[in-house]
């Protein structure tokens, strides 16, 4: 039980020092850091994945780009994507870490709009057209709210992901959660390392109830029942 009562005593030091709640090294801020870099690659995979994978799925054409980016989603390093822009764009901006978050971030997005859009059942699309719907009426109206929730189901993986993942802003010298992780290594402040960590873990499950939350609000009872029956 030695490592337990080391890991209460390192997040009991962390969360004990007054000086890790103020400045711009503190807690709040650093937690506003990592939630804005997270926003925004988000935001960013969001805007650009949900319309392509929207796109897609509708009319069938670029199945091979969803194929492929499920493919890179499994082989890109995040390290070695922030490396390389940090090289190319250097580090006078947070782009050299947004651009690999959002890198990251697109393919959950795109390949569960897709599979959400194309899994509708087909008699679905026939009634609608048949009530005499056009294929953006179809799309909006009929195909979306019942992909609603592989849509979310995208959205949540991505933006755990990119929570996790802020954390290598870091070695750019950025701020957000991750400087306790990274400069906690460097220095063997085992305290920073261990109440970084807990951070990062606790934002990820907030973000997961969010979701949640979102999903049951905004998806129909028609549809969450017919998932349940599934």
């Known amino acids: 039980m030695n490592w337990l009562t080391s890991f209460l005593s390192w997040l009991g030091e962390f969360f004990g020092n007054g000086e890790n709640w103020s400045g711009s ?3 709040p801020m650093r937690l506003l850091e990592h939630l804005e870099f997270s926003a925004l ?3 960013l995979a969001v805007l650009i994945a949900v319309p392509l994978g929207l796109a897609i799925g509708h009319t069938g054409r670029g199945e091979l780009l969803v194929v492929v980016s499920a493919n890179l989603a499994r082989a890109l390093p995040t390290l070695g994507l922030l490396v390389m822009f940090v090289l190319l764009l250097g580090t006078a901006s947070i782009w050299p ?19 959400g859009i194309k899994g509708v059942d087909p008699e679905l699309r026939d009634a609608a057209y048949g009530m005499g719907l056009r294929g953006g009426q179809v799309l909006g109206r009929v195909l979306v709210p019942v992909a609603l929730p592989l849509i979310l189901l995208g959205c949540r993986l991505s933006a755990i992901q990119v929570v996790a993942t802020t954390t290598v802003a870091a070695y750019t010298g950025l701020g957000g959660l991750g400087r306790y992780v990274i400069d906690g290594f460097a220095t063997k402040d085992y305290a920073s390392v261990v109440g970084g960590s807990v951070l990062i873990v606790l934002f990820a499950l907030v973000v997961q109830v969010l979701f949640a939350l979102v999903q049951r609000v905004t998806v129909s009872p028609g549809v969450s029942q017919r998932l349940k029956v599934r």
């Open 97 to 115: 870490v947004i651009i690999p978050l959002v890198l990251l971030s697109v393919p959950p997005i795109l390949v569960n709009t897709f599979e």
């Open 25 to 27: 090294g503190g807690i």
């Open 41 to 43: 690659a988000l935001l």
